[in-house]
């Protein structure tokens, strides 16, 4: 059975290995070590990381624009190590948590037309395709654009 996992927002010292799963994960289009800094420190950002007591498995990377209900997945990634777990959709329904508490109410997102894993998953949590970029990344390949309607969650809250 695996080792639980938790999820909770990356803070400056997980700078190293936050790049080194970026470049694990990603062929092109690698978040710098300079970028992870500004999105770690900046307020229009939400960094987060799925983490158990071996390390990183995972993160997750949303940008918010002032004045705007629409928050952007600019970035989610899982450990090749720690996939099958649930870490991806633990940290997406954690993003979209924390868009919810500022007020966004819709999630978008650009995904690859060929990661057929990782649009089966936005699919199955109700994310909808409303658009493509043709030559997105920088190898050239097609993004599909996704977008989800954030609904408040139901209370969990339960009396004594």
């Known amino acids: 059975m695996p080792v639980a996992f938790r999820i909770r927002r990356a803070t400056l ?3 190293p290995v936050l790049v080194a799963l970026e470049r694990r ?3 092109t289009d690698h978040l710098s070590p300079r970028q992870y800094r500004h999105h770690l420190t900046n307020p229009r950002a939400l960094v987060l990381a799925a983490v158990d007591r071996g390390g990183l498995l995972g993160k ?15 970035s989610i990634a899982v ?12 940290l997406l329904r954690a993003v979209e948590r924390g868009a919810r508490a500022r007020g966004c109410t819709r999630m978008r997102l650009e995904v690859a037309q ?3 894993g990782a649009i089966a998953l936005y699919e199955r949590l109700g994310y909808r395709r409303f658009g493509a970029y043709a030559c ?18 139901k209370s969990t809250s339960r009396s004594p």
């Open 79 to 90: 450990d090749d190590a720690a996939r099958g777990r649930g870490i991806a959709k633990a």
């Open 60 to 74: 997750a990377v949303a940008l918010f624009r002032k004045d705007s209900d629409i928050a952007r997945l600019y």
């Open 136 to 153: 997105f990344y920088e190898d050239g390949t097609d993004a599909w654009r996704y977008e989800k309607t954030l609904r408040a969650e």
């Open 114 to 116: 060929k990661n057929a």
């Open 13 to 15: 010292a997980d700078l």
């Open 25 to 27: 994960a990603f062929t």
